[in-house]
């Protein structure tokens, strides 16, 4: 189990692409320590005779039938893009 | 009755005029966009409003539907076509839904009319309507107060009978505690019975679309056109939906009730401690039989809820990367530069630790 002082909040918000402040980086450093209690805390709860469950109801691989349908046309889905040109999205330069 | 009056009925009440053709589905929108001037510059409960459409749509409303001409308010979360969305997030700020969400959709079906969206706490991350990055909602019984969260814009807009009854979600009791607070119905429905295709996803695993109403009546009505199987959602339950009205004006008896003597804790609010006994002693009078029972896993659930509510959020806001909708930070310098700045500028402080 990972200690609270373990936690590099840099590390992770370098990871999760977030920008932040001295003062944010130690609030949500205290703030994932809690996250990380509540995960050390659940380990008192004697869960052997339990059967794992990954969904609330008995609901299990869920198929469609692979077929076109009528939805979003190009320009729909470019409605609401900060930057679009000639039926694309403008994307900030990846290569150099 | 005069126009006037209009907007302190509830659904159920309004529907007879309408359909004895007492009052219009128009004039009901003109009541209720007068109702709105006149008290949202105090509650401000709405984020954007559309009377323009609404007073198309009831134009042609066939109020012999099972909600035909009942406006209905609607929580920013949940897609409206060609309204905003924003989740009271400077992110999504100018987004408009290019589509309706199934339950807008099913609402529509029922004769029902969007005609205005409502405060919450950005992303539904929050319990006070506070964490808006739009603006403070008031509630309606005590301008000081806060209306509960996350759907507190719904919730004071039908308090406040600036609605008729609206659409909230409830991941951690966003629905049910800001009714609370506001002193409206609300309820969330067993997870499953509800689509959330078109709905901005917070906790997947947990959240669920519900109405928030004047009585318990108008809320069966509601849940009568919002429920049911949806193929464009795949946890969505593939059961037969029943009518939530026909178990409405029966007594209890026969039903037993637990309370979990969990639930009942040092520091417990006295007057919740004294609402909840006069709740049992009338429950108890209409027949139902009070058991007390032990739910000993519920110290474990905040634990369980903040962990999986964190790692579900964090995947599910992944998407707002200002590349395909919503916000983008101006000449980023490069791409980290561009997902950094982007995500500083347009998240607010609550939601960014739940990356």
Known sequence: ?96 | MTGKDLPALNIADLQPLLRRREVSPREVIDVLRARIQDVDGEIDAYLSLDFEAAAKEAEKANVDLPLGGVPIAIKDIISVAGEPCTCASKILHGYRAPYDATVIRKLRAAGAIPFGKTNMDEFAMGSSTENSAMKLTRNPWDLSRVPGGSSGGSAAAVAADEAFGGLGTDTGGSIRQPAALSGVVGLKPTYGRVSRFGVVAFASSLDQVGPLTKTVRDSALIMNAIAGHDPQETTSLNEPVPDYTAGLGRDLRGVRLGLAKEYMIEGTNPQVKAAIDAAVKHLNSLGAEIVDVSLPHTDYATAVYYILATAEASANLARFDGVRYGYRAENPKDLLDHYGRTREEGFGPFSAPMF
Not at chain 1, 80 to 94: D, E, M, R, S
């Open chain 1, 1 to 96: 189990m990972a200690k609270t002082s373990d936690l590099d909040v840099a590390y992770i918000a370098r990871l999760a692409r977030l920008n932040l402040t001295d003062a944010e980086t130690e609030l949500f450093q205290k703030q994932l320590g809690d996250v990380l209690r509540y995960a050390e805390k659940l380990r008192e709860v004697d869960v052997s005779h339990m059967e794992a469950a990954a969904h609330a109801v008995p609901i299990f691989n869920v198929f469609r039938e692979d077929a076109p349908r009528d939805w979003f046309t190009a320009e729909q889905a470019l409605s609401n893009a900060p930057h679009q040109a000639n039926g694309l999205f403008i994307v900030t330069k990846v290569v150099e």
